[in-house]
């Protein structure tokens, strides 16, 4: 059961001019379900992406980065769900080149122009030839309306698809900004989420969309963790249409620039945020926030050791308010010269623990009152600095387990 | 159920010349168990240890360092279970102090020769004043026969109490080595388990049983994980009571001080392994070693990240040979310019990735049957350099989240 995750309002999603999207049911793994997504991108448009810094990384996240460095812009987008195409080795990059090459033929454009995502499981070669017979059919189906359909073809684990649309005056003109993500296990990103697609029509001067990506997934899909997993497909692309008909924002210290940023993040940590919702197995969402350290990087460090906890996550699931148990991870976390003596701890406004031990005022009927519900943000205060860190995880419940036992039968 | 753990055997477990134990039942936490152990060393004996690297660290552990450093020789050790005495600030550095102070009358010596211990629950109040009602029973009942009464008196989520014995010729003396353990969830030592005490009547001149505590703490308790949590009571404790009679062991390059430390080793490693074996909900055993590595510590981020991997301890609890989840581990686990065309993968006898992609020769029903074991290793050659590391794990099942959803109540 997401937590406080709605079924997707299709009528929500706003499409994004320049931009079509279609689908297919390819059988790649599953009959009877979408699982191949084209996106075919108007000449002009920009594409950026952030992917996974997992060594392992899969074949077409390598072909990714191959193809957005080698120059020509980006025209089309291909992605199938049921297979990740990972630990594959030579094969694997030939079946994830071999996709792009079909694609290419049907678009009318360069096999350099098309950009492969997989996700799915891992180690199994990929049906290529069930892929490039979907895709006559995918790209037939084209149509600038169809993101809830892409956001339902790139599901893995997720029980919901996952969407967010804004809009934003800039020198009066309106500019979307529309995206879709997936992910519900081995979520610990490194960079981006399993997969995430958000695009704008806003206009931007060449050079400013690989920032902008970049700080998106920083603020939204580098904060989640749901199993600490990082996978070997994380992938996070923004395109850019142009068609907005605003001046080119060539810099986001401008108003418009700034109102661009917000509403991407606003989308990007939307779509995240939905990701750690649908966890598998989640029953709670959980805020994590550590202040009064001295870099946001040590901030970070505590907040993963709680938000990874193994321990910690069960007492959520349970609604027990064990809470020694985010002390514990606290002093774990790695900051050598940490000073328990000095640490405070909160669980939404409740005052848990104060100078390292329990505070005298605490009562065991406040942590549980907090315990029980779905959402709950623990706040971590270091007392030795300025900096600041937030993440977001989820518990870890008996479905977890569950989940990810029967995966692949 | 632990894994090929057997239940004590208690004429198996030797007395060390010069140490006595006693227990008691006081009541710390439940009634109608033994919670409460002292052991008692002759004048003449040597102790050292090693401890958690939490820096929440438990009041016992401040002041198990405070009185080792501090030089008058140990006489007496003091353990209950049922409550950590973490996570309590200045109270509980004045509850372990109390705990000292009240066993130091009893035995005869100062307080300063008095080492506390403490295990359970986090955060809550020690109760000081049953411990110390209970200390004079527990003093009454010593004897040198008693070690399995103390395994059973440190336990908590244990479901078997754990303890060792060895002995080994030294000059044409019998030397014993006899110690316990504790631990089955928050194990992801560093330093050593929850508790370990190891004995033995071995002569060693000043200053070699630091060198022996820390070589034996780094060759059993700190290649363990359960849950990834380092607990903030970690301790690992040798005693050695100098009373087998053999001339002094001077260097551990020699015979005698490389039999006694091959012992030594062996009594830890048994002990560590039983906490894995005995591990919160474990139903399999799983040796994780690395090999290739350019440095040994390279090679335990591999193997950690592989024996943390929530994903990957699903699968071995389903016996289902979902590989990929162990490249992906390899590759995240934070070696910056690893090379997947490199990486081969074993599964016991089953080569199942060879080069960073799946083996053509590998079939799936190999990998199902090593799945099946109760005990499998698991080995991830790097092709980089020389240097290997093991470490040994269990899997995540249903009733790990179950004993630790439910561990208070």
């Not at 290419?104 to 098309?114: E, K, R």
């Not at 002093?331 to 940490?338: K, Q, R, V």
């Not at 709950?376 to 270091?382: G, P, S």
């Amino acid at each position: 059961m997401p937590v406080n995750l709605a079924p997707l309002d299709t009528s929500m999603l706003l499409p994004v001019p320049g931009l079509r999207i279609g689908t297919t049911m390819a059988g790649v793994r599953k009959a009877n379900r979408r699982d191949l997504v084209v996106f075919a991108l108007d000449e002009g448009a920009q594409v950026a992406g952030v992917f996974t810094q997992n060594r392992f990384c899969a074949a077409p996240v390598q072909v990714c980065q191959a193809h957005l460095s080698a120059g020509p812009a980006i025209r089309a987008l291909v992605v199938n769900t049921g297979n990740a195409n990972a630990g594959t080795g030579a094969p694997g990059l030939a079946a994830a080149q071999q996709t792009c090459n079909a694609l290419a033929a049907i678009a009318g454009c360069s096999p350099a122009q098309v950009l492969p995502f997989s996700t799915g499981v891992i180690m199994e070669p990929l049906p290529v030839d069930r892929i490039t017979a979907g895709l006559p059919a995918a790209w037939a189906d084209l149509h600038a309306a169809h993101w809830a359909d892409a956001a339902q073809g790139i599901m893995t684990t997720d029980t919901l698809p996952k969407a967010a649309s804004r809009q934003v005056q800039i020198d009066g003109h309106t500019v979307t900004i529309t995206g879709i993500s997936k992910g519900a296990g081995m979520i610990r990103p490194n960079m981006a989420t399993m997969l995430g697609f958000v695009a704008t029509d806003a206009v931007l001067a060449p050079g400013l969309l690989q920032t902008l990506v970049r700080e998106a997934a920083d603020r939204s899909f580098n904060r989640i963790t749901i199993d600490g997993d990082t996978s070997t497909n994380d992938s996070f692309v923004l395109m850019a249409t142009g068609r907005a008909g605003h001046a080119a924002i060539t810099t986001f210290d401008s108003p418009a620039g700034q109102a661009l940023a917000e509403a991407v993040f606003g989308v990007a940590q939307t779509l995240a945020q939905a990701i750690v919702r649908d966890g598998e197995g989640a029953t709670k969402f959980i805020t994590v926030q550590i202040d009064g350290g001295r870099t946001e990087d040590e901030c970070k460090l505590v907040a993963y050791a709680i938000a990874h906890s193994p321990l910690v996550k069960t007492a959520f699931f349970a609604s027990d308010p064990n809470l020694g148990r985010i002390l514990a991870a606290v002093g774990y976390a790695g900051i050598p010269d940490l000073d328990q003596a000095l640490i405070d701890l909160h669980l939404d406004d409740v005052l848990v623990a104060q100078a390292g031990g329990r505070h005298p005022g605490y009562q065991e009927a406040d942590g549980q009152r907090v315990m029980k519900q779905a959402e709950i943000t623990v706040r971590v205060h270091l007392h030795r600095g300025e900096a600041s860190a937030t993440v977001w995880t989820c518990d870890l419940s008996h479905d977890y387990v569950s989940i990810n036992a029967d995966y692949r039968s």
